[in-house]
């Protein structure tokens, strides 16, 4: 068969499968939007909170208003003790409980150091950190305040009280995540695994139905077309179909979501090219195992989840089992995601990347050889 025509079948091929298409175009184009919709604000704000007030006193109430004069946390229930805040924040769906204790004003003006009560919802990262930093930054605010007095009255200076009221100065600044939020943490690394998946479900799907075809006694093309040269063109076509979806997803999805990007355009291009060959020649290999096309959503959908883990970018590495640490390696998304992350995010250059890079070609060189292994046995089989 000669170049021209196979490249004329798998087109056709590709953009006749209706169940193809939609996981490929539509999968893509929907979750770029879908998935980073919940977390557009970028941090959780308004958080409601239960307050305990053991004092009464007016600067317990100060501290209040305080409180609920933050972005974070708002004030929404009260409780006489810590039982019935208990009570209320399961009952409410609360993310979180303030106490201020007894004496708390006497204890200030003693000289001693009341202790402030937090809890918070910690089933949400993102959300429990909310709630601790409006609830402690208050708090803080209110201690220096009254330490600064007592330094004025003391016989201190206003301006030299402020400047040294505490040992430590802090000059917090964000690195990699500006804002600190949700979108710019993890829609860069989910960005490659959604790339990953609809990639390998793609190629899955069309040699899952060719194999649907196969076993019902059609003869295709595909059985008669040599393996590599039907390789080469089924690969060149997802590589050229995905570089695009991924220049849209690295330039205007992050423009649109205000995502920093540092990598250069060749580097970037440096690093794509064996991430969709090792993810196409997966899929391939996937879809010549599998009988039926639907197979191939359905595992690799059930494979999402334990990969998002054992990424490392939302479950720490050291707390994942060594074994299946070294098991995932032989997907391409896992250290596509680590490379992706360093190289566009991070800044970092691309010798810092070039073990990843080089661990990405071993994963395509892998799994072509598993591709043509397994297309050369099927053209056996169907031929005997």
């Not at 109430?61 to 006489?80: H, N």
């Not at 000289?111 to 708090?139: K, S």
């Amino acid at each position: 068969m000669s170049w021209w025509a196979l490249c004329r079948q798998e087109l056709r091929a590709i953009f006749t499968n209706q169940a193809l298409l939609l996981t490929v175009f539509g999968g893509v184009l929907l979750y770029s939007f879908l998935y980073p919709l919940p977390y557009t604000s970028q941090v959780p704000r308004e958080q409601q909170v239960a307050v305990v007030n053991l004092d009464g006193s007016q600067l317990s109430r100060r501290l209040e208003r305080m409180i609920d004069a933050t972005p974070q946390v708002q004030l929404s229930a009260r409780g006489l003790s810590l039982e019935e805040a208990q009570s209320i924040f399961l009952e409410r769906k609360m993310a979180g409980i303030v106490v201020i204790p007894q004496h708390f004003y006497r204890d200030l003006l003693q000289g001693r150091q009341p202790t402030l009560a937090y809890a918070g919802d910690a089933g949400y990262f993102l959300v429990y950190g909310t709630v601790l930093e409006g609830l402690a930054g208050p708090g803080q605010s209110l201690a220096a305040e009254v330490k600064v007095s007592r330094l004025v009255m003391s016989g201190q200076v206003l301006t030299l009280a402020a400047e040294q009221h505490s040992a430590i100065q802090l000059n917090l600044h964000p690195v990699f995540n500006p804002t600190t939020g949700y979108v710019n943490y993890v829609i860069p690394a989910v960005f490659i695994l959604i790339l990953h998946q609809t990639l390998i479900m793609g190629a899955g799907i069309l040699g899952g139905g060719q194999n649907e075809q196969r076993l019902m006694a059609e003869k295709g093309y595909w059985l008669e077309a040599a393996p590599w040269k039907l390789l080469l063109v089924r690969s060149s076509l997802f590589l050229a179909i995905y570089w695009l979806l991924c220049m849209y997803y690295f330039g205007f999805s992050f423009s649109f979501y205000h995502i920093p990007h540092a990598a250069d355009f060749s580097q970037l291009n440096l690093l794509i090219l064996p991430f969709l060959l090792g993810a196409t020649f997966l899929g391939i290999s996937l879809g010549l195992l599998l009988p039926r096309r639907e197979l191939a959503t359905l595992l690799v959908l059930l494979s999402s989840m334990p990969l998002i883990f054992a990424s490392g970018f939302i479950w720490p590495v050291a707390a994942i089992p060594g074994q299946l640490t070294a098991i995932v390696q032989i997907i391409p998304v896992i250290p596509a995601i680590k490379a992706f992350v360093g190289l566009n995010q991070q800044g970092a250059d691309f010798a810092d990347i070039l073990p990843l890079w080089q661990q990405l070609w071993l994963c395509a060189a892998f799994y072509g050889c598993t591709a043509w292994g397994l297309l050369r046995r099927l053209q056996r089989l169907s031929r005997s």
